[in-house]
C-alpha cells in the first residue's frame, strides 16, 4: 500500500501566508517623516501600477508584497497544466487565506483548453511547447504581475504520455520544461512530470470531494468518483467495509491525510481504457506497430462507412462491416473482448452511488440524456438504454460521431461487466461544482500548496 502524505495535522499555528503583507518594524517607525512619506507616496504607485501588469523603473525598491494599501495581498494564485490524451488544458486558480487560523479558499478558476494533445506532437516536440506557452501567455494577463514570482507553474501529463516511449516523452518535457524556465512565474523542481496513474484518481476525488463540501466537518459523506478520459481509466472511493479492505489488492490501496483526516482509498488507473484507447482496442489497432494501411473494421460502426482517424500521432483507417452484423448485440460482444476479466470489481460499489465526469459527462450530453449545463443523475441502465438505441438505428444518428455506438456500448460494459455495478447505480454526471471544473488539477494544487508551504 502506498502512503501519500497530502495534508499535515493543524495542532500547531498555520504555516504564515507568504503573500500577505510584511509586517512593519520598529525601525521603520523611528525613521524620519519625509522619507516615510516619500515611501509610501511611491510604493503606493507602485502597487497599483504593479496591478495593471506595467513595469516601472522604482518597482523593485518597493516590491509589493510591502504594498501598505494591498487590498489584495492575501489573495493567491497557482497555475496547474493538465496535459491529457486529446487535449492539453491550463487551470489558473485564485485562493484567498482570510485569516492566518482558517483554511485557503477557493475564489475562483480560469480555464482554457487547446486540442491535440501533446502526445500528438511526439515528433515536434517544440510545436508540442508552443501549444503550451500559448496558454500560459494568458496567465502573464490573469496574474498581477507582482505575484509572478511566487505563483508557481506545474504540468502533469497524463496517459497520452505514458503510453508514448520515454524518450519521446521526456523530449516533449524538456520542451515544456523551458518554455516554464522563461516564464516569470515560480517554477517548482519536478515542475513538468507524468502523473502517477493513481494519484490522477486521488487527485481528482479530492477536487470532488473538496467543491462538495466533503473534506471539513464531522459529517463527512465522501462520494467515489469515476474519470473516462481518452486513453486512461479511473475508479476511486473511500472503502466503508473491512472487507473490502482484505479483498483489495495492495497496490490498489493509498492513504493520505488531509484537513484533519486520514483516508485510505481505494483508487485505480486503467491504461488503454480510456474511451478513444478503447475505440483502438475493439478495433484490433490499440497495437501501433500493427498499423500500415489497414483497415480495421467493427459492427459498432456505420456499415457504409470508411474513414481516417487520427489518435496520438498515428493514423488509423477504419470502417463498418459492409458485409457483416450491426448494432447493439454484436457491438456489445465486441467490446466485450476488450473488457472481460481484466478490470479489478469491489464489491461494495455495487449498491452506491458515485460521481462521473469526463466522457461519461461527454457522451451523455450528446445523446441528450443529461443537459450540458445542468449534468444530471442517471443509472447505470441509461446507458445502456441509449447504446441501444443508437447502435440500432445507426442510419438515424448518422450526423453524430461514427464512433457514438461504440462509445455508448463501451461505457455500459466497462461500468457493468469491467467495475461490476448495478443497472440500478445511481451515477451524478457534473462538470463543475460552484463553477469549477471537476478536474484533478484541483486537487493536485492543494498538494503542490501544500509541498511549497504556502497552505497545509
Ligand atoms: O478539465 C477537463 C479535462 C478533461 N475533460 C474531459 O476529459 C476527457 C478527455 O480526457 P483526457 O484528454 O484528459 O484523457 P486522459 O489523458 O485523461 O486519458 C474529455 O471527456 C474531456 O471533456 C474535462 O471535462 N475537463
Ligand atoms: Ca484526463
Redesign the pocket.
Known sequence: MEHFLLGRRATGALIADPYSAAPRGPSRMAASRLPILLAVAFSSLSCILSHSNREMWFQDLFPPNTCPINAKANTFYGIMF?A????T?I?IYTFVQKSPEKLIELEGEI?E?VKP?LSAYADQPEKGAETVKRLLDMAIDAVPRHLWKKTPVVLKA???LRLLSEEKAQALLLEVREVFEESPFLVPEDSVSILDGSY?GILAWITVNFLTGQLSGQNQHTVGTL???????QITFLPRFEETLKQTPGDFLTSFEMFNSTYKLYTHSYLGF????ARLATLGALDMEAVGGQMFRSSCLPKQLEAEWHFGGVKYQYGGNKQGETGFKPCYLEVLKVIKGKLHQPDEIRGSSFYA???Y??RAVDTNLIDYEEGGVLEVRDFERKAKEVCDNMERYNSASPFLCMDLTYITALLKEGFGFRDSTLLQLT?KVNNI???W?LGATFHLLQSLGITY
Do not use: C, I, Q, V
Open positions: 493538465d491529457g490524451s486529446t487535449g488544458r487551470h480555464f483548453s494533445g497524463t496517459a497520452g490522477e474519470d473516462l478520459g481518452g486513453a486512461s481509466t480510456g474511451l478513444k484507447a465526469f469526463s466522457y459527462y461527454d462538470k471544473e471537476t478536474s488539477t
